[in-house]
């Protein structure tokens, strides 16, 4: 009692959050129900204390705490909205999070991020109900609401739940990646790579400031936005690409940013790590995880059991202590979110009217044949094989001026469909002249087609070849006759074209006497100025093949493809320089155009009849 002051009413005992654990009236301490005979009188200053007590409760006046009342468990945006301050400089990227919990100064303050001013962030948190998916769409929320689509272009990289998606159609978002398309992942990844290059150059005009340069140009350049959701996934997935998010990091400079989500401490290299500044954290599995994430002591403070609530440091000034609680928000409550998100995606639409929407993450199409491809610009000199994998530009081979393309594969099951599906462009191609395509297919291997527009031949191949001799004699003899002069009319020399599709060389040879196919080497060897093409195919080509006349004399120069797997193996196919591969791995579906020994990695069409389950 003697410890007991008169004017104490309560003791109460708190945690290191100002949270109330337990508390006793005074009375109940020391309170015997005997009554006290000492007690003294009320006093006159007691009763004026009394009343003013009385007169304060009945106009709900609250006494004055040492602390804010703890962080509720939800906080919606609308009901913050108020408090989060203006933003003025439209190239500063921020973004709102929730409000956290100053205990020291009585506030809780609006908590926003900016990767501007404070770098890319991190968030830890366990994998089970956490929040890291709440704190993702809030940030992505704020951040579609303040910025248009010239401003911000945000790339979403899920590998968690895809339950992100749900951000497609925004005109600020660029797309958003799952785990196993890992082409998307690699475009993207260079796509950055190519923009930072490029934004180095414009920069380095104007002192490298990226505010400057927007403000003194009139076509502006975007905020990138990269968000990487479970970046352990990510890293042990695609590791190659590692360190070029070590690189990409660096580009804050130049309006590239990062938000990374994680559930281990130990997944980032030291390149990566020293560039992730701001430190968020949820709940961790254990107490000590707080104090290796913050770098030291967390004075006894734990983020409370909630989803969304966490640890951050912020330096105030004034206050040793920096690791302060917060609390994320939302949009709306999550049974609301759906149709609350479906008016915020037409808003944006709407708020974005005239102005361009985020790059799209350019992928190649999974079929590539003649009904597809009726965008891409094709004729017989620029005859189309498909698209670089690098550049994602279509590809060309040159029929008009390369008398002979050689196209090698390790089996012949792997020409078959880019064979068929070349007949049909090339077919296209010259369907409106007087030219004309032959396809000698001695195995049968094409599929049935009943609407080609090419001559094929399968069973008939001596009567085929002895059409061919007579046409090539008859050329012949005309070109002879203008040469002499015995006929000076130029257009009897002005060939029509005939392109021959020799789906399988050595099939071919087997299928042909030993007189006919001599005649036919001898139509390859002497054909070129007769209006004559060959697009010869071959599996595992022989010493022989390579080392013959007309290979040395009209195909050995030219394009050359390779198709599928194989061309690092082999060793009669020369070629230099290191070999690209496809993310997903060599098949059919790829090849290589050679050139001069130098490859090019070519992801090619195919026929249109090809089921998709057998690409």
């Avoid at 080392?547 to 230099?576: C, E, F, M, P």
Wanted: glycine share 6%; aromatic share 12%.
């Amino acid at each position: 009692q003697d410890f007991v002051k008169k004017d104490m009413r309560e003791v109460a005992l708190i945690d290191y959050s100002g949270n109330t654990i337990d508390s006793k009236k005074i009375s109940s301490l020391y309170d015997t129900g005997v009554p006290d005979s000492t007690k003294k009188q009320k006093t006159q200053l007691t009763a004026i204390v009394n009343h003013i007590i009385t007169v304060a409760n009945g106009l709900n006046f609250k006494p004055y705490s040492l602390w804010e009342e703890p962080l509720p468990e939800q906080i919606l945006i609308s009901e913050i909205s108020n408090d989060i301050p203006a933003l003025n400089n439209l190239n500063e990227v921020r973004f709102l999070i929730g409000k956290w919990d100053n205990l020291y100064q009585r506030k809780q303050p609006v908590l926003i991020s900016s990767l501007t001013n404070d770098g890319n962030v991190v968030l830890y948190g366990t994998d089970d109900g956490s929040g890291k998916q709440m704190f993702l769409q809030v940030a992505i929320d704020s951040m579609l609401m303040w910025y248009t689509s010239d401003r911000l272009h945000l790339y979403i990289l899920d590998f968690d739940s895809d339950v992100l998606k749900e951000y497609l159609g925004f005109p600020q978002i660029g797309d958003v990646v799952s785990l196993d398309e890992g082409e998307k992942i690699n475009n993207l990844f260079k796509t950055l790579e190519k923009k930072l290059r490029q934004r180095k150059k414009l920069l380095s005009t104007v002192g490298g400031s990226f505010s400057k340069y927007n403000n003194t140009h009139d076509e502006v350049l975007p905020s990138i936005v990269i968000v990487i959701n479970s970046y352990a996934k990510f890293a042990e997935t695609y590791p190659n690409f590692v360190s070029k998010v070590a690189e990409l990091l660096q580009g804050r400079k130049y309006g590239i940013y990062f938000i990374i989500t994680t559930s281990e401490q130990n997944c980032f290299t030291s390149k990566v790590r020293q560039h992730l500044s701001q430190v968020y954290s949820l709940q961790l599995n254990q107490e000590s995880d707080y104090s290796a994430l913050f770098g030291g002591r967390t004075y006894g403070l734990y983020p409370q059991d909630y989803v969304g609530r966490g640890l951050t440091k912020k330096k105030i000034d004034g206050l040793d202590r920096d690791i302060f609680e917060f609390q994320v928000a939302k949009l709306s409550p999550d049974n609301d979110r759906k149709t609350v998100l479906i008016s915020l995606k037409k808003w944006c639409i709407q708020k974005c009217e005239g102005i361009l929407p985020a790059d799209k993450i350019l992928v190649l199409p999974d079929k590539i044949n003649i009904d597809t491809s009726r965008n891409v610009l094709f004729d017989i000199k620029n005859m189309f094989i498909g698209y670089d994998y690098s550049s994602m530009k279509p590809e060309y081979v040159n029929i008009a001026d390369e008398y002979i393309h050689c196209i090698f594969a390790s089996d012949q099951n792997s020409l078959i469909a880019f064979s068929q599906g070349f007949a049909e462009f090339i077919a296209s191609a010259l369907s409106t002249s007087h030219d004309s395509v032959y396809v000698l297919d001695p195995q049968g291997l094409y599929y049935e087609d009943s609407t080609q527009n090419y001559k094929y031949r399968s069973d008939e191949l001596s009567n085929t070849l002895h059409e061919l001799l007579q046409e090539a004699q008859r050329r012949n003899e005309l070109l002879t006759a203008y040469e002499e002069g015995r006929d000076t009319n130029e257009d009897n020399i002005k060939f029509s074209l005939i392109v021959c599709i020799i789906v399988s060389y050595s099939g071919l040879q087997m299928k042909l006497s030993e007189e006919e196919w001599n005649i036919f080497l001898e139509i390859l060897q002497y054909s070129r100025q007769l209006g004559f093409r060959f697009e010869v195919f071959s599996d595992s080509p022989s010493a022989s093949f390579l080392n013959s006349d007309w290979y040395l004399h009209h195909a050995k120069d030219n394009t050359t493809l390779w198709i599928g797997d194989g061309l690092r193996t082999q060793t009669r196919v020369q070629w230099k320089g290191r070999l690209q591969e496809p993310l997903t791995g060599m098949s059919d579906t790829y090849g290589y155009a050679i050139r001069s020994g130098k490859t090019k990695l070519v992801k090619l069409i195919s026929t249109y009849l090809k089921e998709e389950d057998e690409l």
